[in-house]
């Protein structure tokens, strides 16, 4: 008993170092899976408070960038206002106008805005911080988007921020297909480039094409349907010769977001039922 | 004793101030973000207690895992840090640090120079092993460690020869 204890007081340096390691050891391990990083992560008062202190500034700069997002935006629903085609319209909008029913109880996505007060882009595994937590009815796995494309996936929230696993993580896959065809493969990031993501396991039938466009494939129940990514820029196939292995050049500049858009999806929660009954059987 | 603690508590507010406001945002050529807060874990008075140095150094890496959603790649670098800073200050200015109390701002240029970068090439070895967590990337996570080391080597020899001799 004597000698243990004199071990532990010779050592007790190293003994702490251990323990302390292990712990971030366990942080570190956490974070690397998806949903579980509990204590370590931005989407609380004090790190959210600072951050929003930060951007409060620095939108005085970035407010003519804004603006003309804005404007391009507004533009670009106008057009579509104008000449209601099927590339643009999706068929729950035509309900809408058509149905007897309110348009509310038809209604499969909503929209809520919300503010980048945090972006990375240069780690493996990269969050956003936004303003706007559960009091604003973000929950965790909505989808995130700007007018331009798709951003990420809600990861924690908080009552007044959450944080985001952006798509230029390592953990994040999601559904994408061609716009020109229903041909899909898995969206993921290899952690080099923020302007160039990855879409693995395309059929080899699929018609690719240098600049075609990749768009969400709306099979996740996160993201709707027809959210652009981007344009194929290189692509080829892997070593089994079954699949295409596709390099996407990004149309939204991960670099540079101010306000992005929160998804949610009305039914997720039948289609996620749904599919568990599926599993189970 | 009292004046010590205030001067590093400042110390460390100012850093992480810096560090979360502009170093994590610089993204030189795309990827390479600096990080001098190591400095105040270097800095930190030798003579302190040892069980508290490495308390605060987990503690200051969990504040930077915070800010960046980084888990705890930072606190098991800091820890490393801070762990192995004995050796490295044996290594860097031999027997004399056993025997009295040596500061930072009275070694040549030279000792000081070999000191933080032995500290920073642990802190970043250690950081980014554990940050791409993928041993199939070792040579891309070897080139960030040595290429963010550089740039957070410069900044924290100029950190410190601006700021030690008002310290004195």
């Given at each position: 008993?004597?000698?243990?204890?004199?071990?532990?007081?010779?050592?007790?340096?190293?003994?702490?170092?251990?323990?302390?390691?292990?712990?971030?050891?366990?942080?570190?391990?956490?974070?690397?899976?998806?949903?579980?990083?509990?204590?370590?992560?931005?989407?609380?008062?004090?790190?959210?408070?600072?951050?929003g202190?930060?951007?409060?500034?620095?939108?005085y700069?970035k407010?003519?960038?804004?603006?003309?997002?804005?404007?391009?935006?507004?533009?670009?629903?106008?057009?579509?206002?104008?000449?209601?085609?099927?590339?643009?319209?999706?068929?729950?909008?035509?309900?809408?106008?058509?149905?007897?029913?309110?348009?509310?109880?038809?209604?499969?996505?909503?929209?809520?805005?919300?503010?980048?007060?945090?972006?990375?882009?240069?780690?493996?595994?990269?969050?956003?911080?936004?303003?706007?937590?559960?009091q604003?009815?973000i929950?965790?796995?909505?989808?995130?988007?700007?007018?331009?494309?798709?951003?990420?996936?809600?990861?924690?929230?908080?009552?007044?921020?959450?944080?985001?696993?952006?798509?230029?993580?390592?953990?994040?896959?999601?559904?994408?297909?061609l716009?020109?065809?229903?041909?899909?493969?898995?969206?993921?990031?290899?952690?080099e480039?923020?302007?160039?993501?990855?879409v693995?396991?395309?059929?080899?039938?699929?018609?690719?094409?240098?600049?075609?466009?990749?768009?969400?494939?709306?099979?996740?129940?996160?993201?709707?349907?027809?959210?652009?990514?981007?344009?194929?820029?290189?692509?080829?196939?892997?070593?089994?010769?079954?699949?295409?292995?596709l390099?996407?050049?990004?149309?939204?500049?991960?670099?540079?977001?101010?306000?992005?858009?929160?998804?949610?999806?009305?039914?997720?929660k039948?289609?996620?039922?749904?599919e568990?009954?599926?599993?189970?059987e | 004793?009292?004046?010590?603690?205030?001067?590093?508590?400042?110390?460390?507010?100012?850093?992480?101030?810096?560090?979360?406001?502009?170093?994590?945002?610089?993204?030189?050529?795309?990827?390479?973000?600096?990080?001098?807060?190591?400095?105040?874990?270097?800095?930190?008075?030798?003579?302190?207690?040892?069980?508290?140095?490495?308390?605060?150094?987990?503690?200051?890496?969990?504040?930077?895992?915070?800010?960046?959603?980084?888990?705890?790649?930072?606190?098991?670098?800091?820890?490393?840090?801070?762990?192995?800073?004995?050796?490295?200050?044996?290594?860097?200015?031999?027997?004399?640090?056993?025997?009295?109390?040596?500061?930072?701002?009275?070694?040549?240029?030279?000792?000081?120079f070999?000191?933080i970068?032995?500290?920073?090439?642990?802190?970043?070895?250690?950081?980014f092993?554990?940050?791409?967590?993928?041993?199939?990337n070792?040579?891309?996570t070897?080139?960030?460690?040595?290429?963010?080391?550089?740039?957070?080597?410069?900044?924290?020899?100029?950190?410190?020869?601006?700021?030690s001799?008002r310290?004195?």
């Amino acid at each position: 008993m004597h000698q243990i204890i004199n071990f532990l007081i010779r050592n007790k340096h190293f003994l702490l170092f251990a323990f302390l390691l292990m712990l971030s050891l366990v942080f570190t391990i956490q974070s690397h899976s998806y949903h579980r990083s509990k204590f370590v992560n931005s989407a609380n008062w004090f790190t959210g408070g600072i951050y929003g202190s930060v951007t409060s500034v620095q939108d005085y700069f970035k407010l003519k960038t804004y603006n003309k997002q804005l404007l391009e935006e507004n533009a670009r629903l106008r057009e579509m206002l104008k000449s209601p085609n099927e590339d643009n319209l999706d068929l729950e909008v035509l309900t809408d106008i058509t149905s007897p029913i309110p348009s509310d109880s038809l209604r499969k996505f909503s929209y809520i805005p919300a503010k980048v007060l945090n972006n990375n882009y240069a780690k493996t595994d990269n969050f956003i911080t936004l303003l706007g937590g559960s009091q604003d009815s973000i929950h965790k796995d909505q989808g995130v988007i700007t007018s331009k494309g798709i951003v990420g996936i809600i990861d924690k929230t908080s009552s007044g921020y959450s944080t985001v696993l952006s798509i230029l993580n390592s953990n994040f896959t999601t559904s994408a297909k061609l716009r020109a065809s229903e041909h899909f493969g898995t969206m993921q990031w290899d952690g080099e480039d923020p302007n160039i993501v990855q879409v693995i396991d395309m059929q080899q039938q699929a018609p690719v094409k240098l600049g075609d466009t990749i768009e969400t494939s709306g099979k996740s129940a996160i993201f709707p349907k027809g959210i652009p990514i981007g344009t194929v820029n290189e692509f080829e196939l892997d070593p089994s010769k079954n699949f295409y292995t596709l390099s996407i050049k990004l149309i939204n500049d991960m670099t540079n977001l101010g306000h992005v858009y929160v998804v949610e999806n009305s039914y997720k929660k039948e289609i996620i039922a749904l599919e568990t009954q599926q599993d189970e059987e | 004793m009292k004046n010590s603690v205030s001067v590093n508590i400042a110390r460390f507010v100012a850093l992480m101030i810096v560090q979360i406001y502009i170093f994590n945002n610089v993204n030189l050529f795309g990827y390479i973000n600096p990080y001098p807060y190591v400095l105040f874990l270097l800095v930190f008075p030798f003579t302190s207690n040892r069980a508290l140095y490495i308390f605060i150094a987990f503690l200051t890496g969990l504040t930077m895992d915070m800010f960046g959603n980084s888990g705890g790649v930072h606190a098991a670098a800091c820890l490393f840090l801070a762990y192995l800073r004995p050796v490295a200050l044996r290594f860097s200015f031999g027997v004399s640090y056993e025997y009295n109390a040596i500061k930072l701002s009275k070694v040549s240029f030279y000792e000081r120079f070999i000191f933080i970068s032995i500290m920073v090439l642990i802190h970043h070895l250690v950081l980014f092993l554990l940050e791409v967590f993928n041993i199939s990337n070792i040579l891309y996570t070897l080139n960030k460690t040595l290429v963010t080391s550089i740039f957070t080597i410069i900044l924290c020899l100029t950190f410190n020869i601006l700021f030690s001799s008002r310290n004195e």
